[in-house]
């Protein structure tokens, strides 16, 4: 560990973790933190996994810049990297008069946001697309570029980019104090860890408030707005060949029904403003709001099995617009209020990190190409290959998701490792299948207590 | 690694449970033996292999014994037939009617059958495919985790735990969880009862009678770590640590159902005819995925009486199609076989069925074009989740060119009156 490390990114988000990566592409000591154990544990796990295009967001803002750059920046450095992406694109669904003729207005705002492969389709168009959508619909804005992606594998590979090139990667890190003197930052955990940076990074999601109060700065404040969220069977994947958009109200984009890259259907999100940044879950009207919302969207979906419910927490402030800024003087930059777009926005997020710590000061020199390694994540999309069928990986032991015995053991013994049973559902998708364990849990928790040397109780939660 | 190599058999036996292992065990003393049971677990013996309390074997092998006996039993008699059981090989996808995409520890590779016998057998639903509310700590389980947990790992999976679920198989958690040294402070069942011939044996095995709170569901679980506790749909609130969800079984149908085989709504299991035909040509399926679920042996008893149906199948070439559908009305939620095929000889020699609400005195009655076909008063209560056993013998009285068969409950003129 270096006395003084030249950045500090606290927290291991979508957000934290582009950062890390960029960063360490440069000359610089680095170290990426977290409060939890994991990286990709925050909102950047629960998400609605669209890359999106930015057609709806507000022209000019910060948003719209970023979610743009960002879009074309993952869209390119996913398949490097083996992250599963799906070019299937999102039809924007008028269901009534005024949705018809709000049409017109979001085929405006896509070209203000400069994005120019929007078009409006007729009824009838509607269906040919999309057949067995609900009755009822009156035209649809076709969104071609609106694709989707692994959510679980983007943070993953950006961590493991950066701890290849040199990032310190410290868990269980939660920063409670930030002191500045002589152009030194002092970082004090609950944990009891000091350590000593030139430059901050506030990538603290639904805490970036917090954190930025540590430094004594005000500005925005942090309202979770809870996003609960269903998934259906893969038996459901074959009913829709798009994402289905709700025409955008101004509180959220509203509930669509999406295809994911692991073959399944997710239903959601609700929006709902509450107060703790810890309430994750479900409740009995926002499943049953959904399922309602279904019913009128694609009825047919209701007759699959449910695989999963849960909710995440969009770091929602007062005002709609990314808070990004720096102080020089604190070396200090911050990417607070990233609501519900920075899984899109977050390689853009990197950069403009980089270019304002610049101008914090910060001296960056580029490691030349042969200095950098590159890393790639096990693909867990069922549009490539996976490592089930290629063999040679060990016997299936989650038959719902098909995930393979060596999987299970890299997930565990590779850093970022997972420490808990959620960390390995995110790498490898055991566990997460429509049996939710009846068959492997057991064995799953046996292979990543054999692995990590961890007993089987701390997998288990056990107290 | 060797790559993976394509093959071609007579027989396909998906899933080397009870009823596949059976099914293979069969078609061996029929001669047929060019036969290949896949299994996708490392060992084959299916949902047996996972209990360590007794109740499997008494209507095939005439004993009564634990589960992990009864699969090794099944696996030594395999074993010594000299049938091939490929054992981490899963059955993916179809390439046409009867070839199979398979995949192994060296890949996919594809199997060519002249027959497929599907035994996939059945799966309890999870809380989420329940919408269950709440938070999503540690220690909810299922019957089959559980029991996975503590037989084969030693493990304690907590220390109170409340049980979803008030059928055979939630007495099968109790069992499992007092072994394991975790107390079982209730049972909760939406229904007005237990579900249950077990109870009381359950109750004298383990010297304590656990609450069953029934009339209500489980609304919600609290703990965002661990389970802390659960509230009712009556608003009764629990401590506990560990939620077990039982029964509510699902076939495991996603084979049936990539091959386009027609599924019954409600069991949600692939609709076979008196001879376990699905209406997919040279595809049967037996066992649990096709009533879910029954005791081990009922599903071996399956796999048995498939045998000479296949071997009619391999002699003949001949797939009759259009069966029959058997209808049948509330409360009767699922009837397997669902088809029939009145000219077809079958082996069939009783039908299953279930209820979804508890009915007293009613009397089954099978009919076609409004004839009463075959009737039978059941005195004593049908309760949902236990199966209700109707004789196959009136196939013989169906009308081939009539319409579809339709199974309905009269409740009996007096008990009408009691309730009034
Ligand atoms: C329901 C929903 C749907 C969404 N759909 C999409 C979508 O389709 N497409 C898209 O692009 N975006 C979507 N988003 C938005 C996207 O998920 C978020 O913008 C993104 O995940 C934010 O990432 P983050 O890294 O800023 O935050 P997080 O992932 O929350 O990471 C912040 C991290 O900081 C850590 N932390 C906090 N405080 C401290 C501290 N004091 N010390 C150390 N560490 C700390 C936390 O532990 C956490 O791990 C959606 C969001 C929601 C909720
Ligand atoms: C917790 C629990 C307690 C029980 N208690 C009792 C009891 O006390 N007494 C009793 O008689 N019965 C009991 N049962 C029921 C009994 O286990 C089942 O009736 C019996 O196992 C069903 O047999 P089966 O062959 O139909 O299915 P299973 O035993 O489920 O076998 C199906 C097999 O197919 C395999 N398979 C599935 N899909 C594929 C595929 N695509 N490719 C390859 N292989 C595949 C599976 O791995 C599995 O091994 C209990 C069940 C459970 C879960």
Redesign the interface.
Known sequence: MPEIYDVVVIGAGVVGTAVARLLSHQHLEVALLDAGPDIGAGTSKANTAILHTGFDATPGSIESRLVARGYALLNDYAPTAGIAIEPIGALLVAWDDEQAASLNTSAEKAVANGYLGASLIDAQSVYELEPQLASGARGAMVVPDEFIIDPWSTPLAFAKEAIANGVAWLPNHSVTKLDRSHDITVISTAEQHTLRARCVVNAAGLHSDDVHALFGLTGFTVRPRRGELI?FD??ARSLLAHTILPVPTSHTKGVLVAPTVFGNVMLGPTADDIDDK?A?????A??DALLAKGQRILPALL?E??????AGLRAATQHSDYQISHDPTLGYVCLGGIRSTGLTASMALAEETLALLQQCGLVATPKAPDELRSIRVTNLGEAFERP?????????VC?CE?TTRDEIVEACTVAPAATT?DGIRRRTRALSG??????C???V??LAANASGKP??DW???? | ?TA?SNSSVDVAIIGGGPAGLSAALALHQLGITNVVVLE???QAGGAPRHTEHLGYGIRDLHRVTTGQRYAAELRKRVNAAGITVRT?T?AVDWLDDTTLQI??????STIAARCVVLATGV???????R?V???????I??T??LQ??TA??H????KRAVIVGAEHVSFSAVLTLRHAGCDVIAMVTPLPRHQSYAALRVATATRHRVPIITGTNI??IHG???VEAVTLTNGHRIEC?TVVFTGDW?PDN?LA?RGDIDID?ASRSPIVDGSWRTNRRGVFAIGNLIHPAEPADICALDGRNVASAVAGWMATNNWPTDPLRIVVENPISWISPGAVQPRAAAALKHFTLRVSEPVADATICVTQNGTVLWRSRRPRRLVPNRSISISASWLTKVDPAGSDINVALNVSVAVEERLR
């Open positions: 998934v893969k038996l810890t994750t879950s479900s409740t009995r926002g499943i007759h099995e449910v695989t999963a419910v849960y089930y069928q290629r063999g040679s990986s060990g016997a299936i038959h098909r049973l429509r049996c939710q364990g009846f068959y849990s057991a064995e928790c046996a089987m109780t288990l939660g056990n107290q | 690694m993976a996708r677990e490392t981490a899963t995949a192994d520890t060296t890949g996919l799966r309890e639903r999870p809380r989420a495919a919408l509310a709440g938070d999503r700590g540690a220690g389980f299922t089959g985790s996975q947990l084969n790992h493990q304690r999976p907590g609304a919600e965002r770590k661990r640590d699902i996603e159902r709504i």
